[in-house]
């Protein structure tokens, strides 16, 4: 019983860790949604595909109003990504995956414009393998969480900034939206080049040639002494 609760107290304490490595701020965006933290640049606008990029679940891209299911963020007049799709259920999952992406490099901040904001809406960040490093609800971003489409409170740029742990880790956006719907635009962010890490078939003919470099200095040793 003991080493129950002492593997739950360590999934707990590891789950606190990994949400603390990954911040969150917010604020009301201009029209369009234009990236705000020094030194990003945009990454995905929703208006072509990016390599290493992907997308997947139930979302839709597109323009404009469409009354019942989805609204554009203030201002944006081209694509923007939605979900729940339109043909689908009112609610729904979806996930921007940046593995391919960030395979050269690591993540320092990452923002997006977040068009009226529900309470039912739901961001989950996550790292590599699925693990969630940070959830955060519409009504964490703002309260209320109402859904104003016009208002700048409910219309704002989030701001994730993530440690060296985290950024490393770092591979996907999950959009969960139990309503309609869950809208954003204009995905930018700041990275770094990943360090590169040998394969492990490198590091084992790096260990096989060190034997062989000890083994010739020991034969070199046995020869010497003989000669004395």
């Keep these: ?4 609760f002492a593997g739950a107290l360590l999934i707990a304490i590891t789950a606190t860790g990994a949400s603390a490595q990954v911040t969150f701020t917010s604020a009301p965006a201009n029209a369009g949604g234009d990236p705000g933290y020094p030194g990003e640049s945009l990454v995905v606008d ?7 990029v992907s997308l997947s679940g139930s979302y839709t891209i597109g323009t404009g109003l469409v009354p019942g299911f989805r609204a554009p963020p203030f201002g944006v007049v081209n694509n923007y990504f939605a979900v729940p799709n ?34 039912y809406n739901t961001l989950e960040v996550l790292g590599l393998g ?17 859904g104003n ?9 989030l701001f994730l900034g993530f440690d060296a742990a985290a950024g490393l880790d770092f591979r996907a956006l999950r959009l969960t939206s139990n309503g309609r719907a869950f809208e954003i635009d204009n ?17 084992a003919m790096l260990g096989f040639g060190l034997v062989l470099l000890g083994a010739a200095a020991a034969r070199r040793s046995s020869l010497a002494s003989r000669m004395i």
């Design 1 to 4: 019983m003991r080493s129950f």
């Design 86 to 119: 339109v043909d689908g259920p009112s609610n729904g999952v979806a996930v921007i995956d940046f593995s391919g992406y960030l395979a050269s490099r690591t993540v320092n901040s990452l923002s997006f414009y977040w068009g009226s904001i529900d309470t």
């Design 187 to 203: 995905i930018a962010g700041s990275f770094a080049d990943r360090a590169v890490v040998p394969e492990p078939s490198t590091w």
């Design 149 to 157: 489409q016009f208002g700048a409170a409910t219309n704002r740029r």
């Design 130 to 146: 699925g693990n969630v490093l940070k959830t955060i609800t519409g009504s964490q971003v703002i309260n209320p969480a109402d």
């Design 46 to 52: 929703f208006e072509a595909p990016v390599a290493g």
